[in-house]
C-alpha cells in the first residue's frame, strides 16, 4: 500500500512528465506549422539544426507563450545559455587573437562585442526579428525591433546552437559573425580609452604623466578640426587630428601607444 508521500511523489512525477510531453507537443505543432520559415532562417545563418524544436523554442518570446497560455514555455532559458557561452567564445577567441593584450582591455573589448546594443546589431543583421514569435501587443509596440528583444533572442539562438552542435560548432558560428566586428570595436575602444592607458604606462615606468598641446585649430567655427600632440619629458610622442580637443588627444595618445610598441616611448619631434 502506497503512503501519502509516495502516492503525491507519483502523483508530481506524473506531472512533470505530461508538463513535458506537454510542451514538445506544443513544439512540435510550432514546427510543422513553421517549417518553411525555420528553414529560410537556417539558410541565412548557415546552420542546420538536427533538432528544429531547439531552434522554434529560441524564437519563442514570454509574451507569445503567455498569450499562448505557455507560460515558462518560451526562449528565456536558452537565453539564459547563450549568454554565458557568448562571453565563453568571444573571450576565448580575443585571447587566441590577442595574446598580448591586457586583461583590462581584454574585458573592455569583451564587453563592448557582447553589450545589448551591439547583440542587437547582430540579430538585425540575421532579420531575427522577422522569425521571433511575438505576443499580439508585443509585435504591435515594434517589439521585432526592439533592442532588449532581439539581444536577448539572439542569445537564445546561441544557446539552441550550442545544445544543438556543441561547442566546436558554436565557436564556429560566432568566429563567422563576430570577428569582421572584432577589428572595428578594438580600434574605437583603444581610442577612447588611450589617455588613460598612456597616462597609467607613463606613471608606471617613469612616476610622471604626459601632457598635451594644441598644434592648430583650422576652420570656421562649426567645422573646426584640432591638431593635437602629447608631449612627454619635452619629447612628443604622438599626434592626433579631429573635430574636437577631447578626440584629437584621444588620438594623440593612441599614436604615443602605437609608436611605443614600435620605436619606444621617447621619439624626438
Known amino acids: 500500500m502506497q503512503t501519502h508521500e509516495t502516492a503525491l511523489y507519483t502523483i508530481r512525477s506524473l506531472f512533470d512528465k505530461r508538463k513535458k510531453y506537454s510542451m514538445a507537443t506544443n513544439l512540435n505543432i510550432l514546427v510543422g506549422l513553421n517549417k518553411e520559415i525555420l528553414s529560410e532562417f537556417e539558410q541565412i545563418v548557415g546552420y542546420r539544426f538536427t533538432d528544429l524544436r531547439l531552434l522554434q523554442k529560441a ?29 565563453l567564445v568571444v573571450g576565448h577567441i580575443l585571447i587566441r587573437r590577442y595574446p598580448e593584450m591586457r586583461e583590462g582591455d581584454l574585458t573592455k573589448l569583451r564587453a563592448a562585442l557582447v553589450n545589448e546594443t551591439h547583440l542587437a546589431l547582430m540579430a538585425r543583421d540575421i532579420d531575427l526579428g522577422r522569425f521571433l514569435c511575438l505576443g499580439k501587443g508585443e509585435d504591435a ?48 575602444l583603444l581610442i577612447a580609452d588611450a589617455k588613460s592607458r598612456l ?12 601632457s598635451y598641446r594644441l598644434d592648430s585649430e583650422e576652420g570656421p567655427s562649426h567645422m573646426k578640426v584640432f591638431t593635437v600632440s602629447v608631449v612627454f619629458q619635452g619629447a612628443v610622442l604622438g599626434s592626433g587630428t579631429a573635430r574636437s580637443k577631447k578626440e584629437a588627444e584621444q588620438r594623440a595618445a593612441a599614436d604615443a601607444l602605437a609608436g611605443r610598441s ?3 616611448f621617447l621619439r624626438q619631434s
Do not use: C
Not at 537564445?156 to 558560428?173: H, K, N, Q
Not at 608606471?204 to 604623466?209: G, P, S, V
Open 59 to 87: 524564437l519563442i518570446h514570454s509574451s507569445f507563450a503567455f498569450e499562448q497560455a505557455q507560460i515558462g514555455k518560451n526562449n528565456e532559458t536558452l537565453e539564459f545559455l547563450g549568454d554565458a557561452v557568448i562571453d
Open 262 to 264: 614600435s620605436a619606444g
Open 199 to 210: 597616462q597609467e604606462e607613463l606613471q608606471e615606468q617613469y612616476n610622471e604623466a604626459p
Open 141 to 188: 509596440s515594434q517589439g521585432r525591433n526592439k533592442s532588449s528583444i532581439l539581444s536577448s533572442a539572439y542569445e537564445a539562438v546561441i544557446g539552441a546552437i550550442f545544445e544543438d552542435g556543441g561547442y566546436e560548432t558554436v565557436v564556429a558560428f560566432l568566429e563567422r559573425f563576430f570577428l569582421p566586428a572584432i577589428e572595428g570595436k578594438k580600434e574605437g
